[in-house]
């Protein structure tokens, strides 16, 4: 929660914004000082409209955290979530709360691979359709050379992962279950109730539709969504527990 507290106090953290800069060097200090390697990965976002409010083109990163001696090559796993926010709304459950289960989980697991942790730039709509959003994991992905995408044994993306007392554990779509399978079983190991789901409106798609398994934490619907009144209030404490609980169990 303190995550989820520092983060939405500093306001909205639109993709292009000062403030998404200055919530990106604050993660990337937490990592650091938890012993990661880590790097930032520059990409350009075009000008759009982003639910509703005009956003201008320019620069966005993604933040890439490893553990030192970690090799791309080899069979990993990637866990990721989203920085940005839409413009109006300072984002406490989206997306601190899942920057908040990522950096915790980063901290405490043991993984039974190596992991990559990614916090997403410009994960945000900028338009309509699949080219107006995702920006920073396609990017991610587009970067990856063959060998390197070989090496990807599973993604999960955590997005609003904060509301509720189900974990929603969803797929990108009905043929690509390997990672939403693995998920549901980790869930079991540890008591958590689940709820299956199929859905493309996070990270995990830009995987699943190059051909890597992935799968996403969270979706529950709240009345603040996107908007100004999304501040931590909203997230709930239990709910963080439970997907930390699930997604520490996938690691394992």
């Keep these: 929660m ?21 919530a990106l060097t604050w993660l990337e200090g937490r990592f650091k000082a938890s012993g990661y390697q880590v790097r930032r990965q520059k990409l350009q976002v075009p000008a759009g409209v982003s639910w509703g409010v005009p956003v201008r083109a320019g620069t966005t990163w993604n933040l890439i955290a490893t553990r030192p001696g970690f090799s791309p090559r080899k069979p990993h796993l990637v866990v ?29 697991a043991s993984p039974r691979l190596p992991t990559t942790f990614i916090a997403f730039g410009a994960e945000e709509p900028r338009g309509d359709g699949d080219a107006n959003h995702h920006y920073g994991s396609r990017a991610y992905v587009a970067s990856l050379p063959a060998a390197r995408r070989q090496a990807v044994r599973g993604m999960v993306s955590l997005d609003r992962v904060g509301v509720g007392t ?32 199929v859905n ?53």
């Design 2 to 22: 303190s995550t989820v507290r520092h983060l939405a106090g500093l306001g909205p953290r639109e993709a292009t914004s000062s403030t998404y800069l200055q």
């Design 80 to 108: 990721g979530a989203h920085l940005d926010t839409v413009p109006q709304a300072p984002g406490a459950e989206d997306n601190a709360s899942g920057i908040a289960v990522l950096l915790r989980t980063a901290q405490l």
């Design 166 to 197: 189900v974990v929603p554990v969803c797929s990108a779509n009905d043929s690509q279950l390997t990672t939403r399978n693995e998920l549901l079983a980790a869930a079991a190991r540890v008591g958590v109730r689940t709820r299956s789901c």
């Design 200 to 252: 493309r409106s996070s990270d995990h798609w830009s995987f699943v539709r190059a051909g890597l398994p992935g799968a996403r934490l969270g979706s529950t619907p709240y009345a603040a969504y996107h908007s100004a009144r999304d501040l931590p209030n909203v997230v709930n404490p239990a709910q963080l527990d439970r997907m930390g609980k699930v997604l520490v169990s996938w690691l394992g």
